[in-house]
Nanobody
Framework: QAHLVESGGGLVQAGGSLNLSCVYS????????MAWFRQVPGKEREFVAA????????AYADSVKGRFTISRDNAKNTVYLQMNSLKPEDTANYYC?????????????????WGRGTQVTVSS
């Protein structure tokens, strides 16, 4: 059965770092694009970062560019989000998502599978 499971969230002080992980089933996601989105209650889901299966093409939201890095280890069926220089406004539930090989990376509608999320809280 297809699944995506996020982990690594927690409470961190502003300026600190967290590394999120998303472990996914090999089928059907072996060549899928993977992404991270985040959402705060009462607000719309926000694109954070994405990577195609090869890792050679990535995309970042302007708000996190230079601070967050998405990477993936296909052999381990895991995608990571290294989050540095965290700000209180980064506080959100972070979701891992999977989409087809050649989707538009920033478009949430392109992703067909979603994890349950992991909470990131940055104290001010």
């Amino acid at each position: 059965q297809a699944h995506l499971v996020e982990s690594g969230g927690g409470l961190v002080q502003a300026g600190g770092s967290l590394n999120l992980s998303c472990v996914y089933s090999r089928q059907p996601f072996s060549t899928y694009a993977m992404a991270w989105f985040r959402q705060v209650p009462g607000k719309e889901r926000e694109f954070v970062a994405a990577s195609r299966w090869s890792g050679g093409s990535t995309a970042y939201a302007d708000s996190v560019k230079g601070r967050f890095t998405i990477s993936r280890d296909n052999a381990k069926n895991t995608v990571y989000l290294q989050m540095n220089s965290l700000k209180p406004e980064d506080t959100a539930n972070y979701y891992c998502a999977a989409g087809g090989t050649f989707i538009s990376l920033r478009n949430s509608a392109q992703y067909t599978y979603w994890g349950r999320g992991t909470q990131v809280t940055v104290s001010s």
